[in-house]
């Protein structure tokens, strides 16, 4: 008896799908600027994290020098 054939065809992710429905219903233009705006907010969240860290340290290097 022979085995069934593998399909070797991936699952698309949530993430695939979402990108699909992006290209179908929104222009290349709209894309590009929906992926700036994302890739500015991730960036403010890390320059956030950052000063978060600095104040910290800073906080922890005037506290050993008193």
């Given amino acids: 008896m022979k085995a069934a ?3 070797a065809t991936a699952i698309p992710s ?3 799908a979402l990108r699909v429905a992006e ?3 929104m222009s290349g ?7 700036n705006a994302w890739t500015s ?3 403010d969240r890390r320059r956030a994290k ?5 104040q910290r340290v800073l906080e922890q290097t005037f506290a050993a020098g008193s």
């Fill in 5 to 7: 054939p593998v399909r």
């Fill in 14 to 16: 949530f993430a695939d």
């Fill in 23 to 25: 290209s179908v219903l």
């Fill in 29 to 35: 233009g709209q894309r590009t600027a929906r992926r």
């Fill in 41 to 43: 907010v991730l960036e």
């Fill in 50 to 54: 950052d000063r978060v860290e600095a």
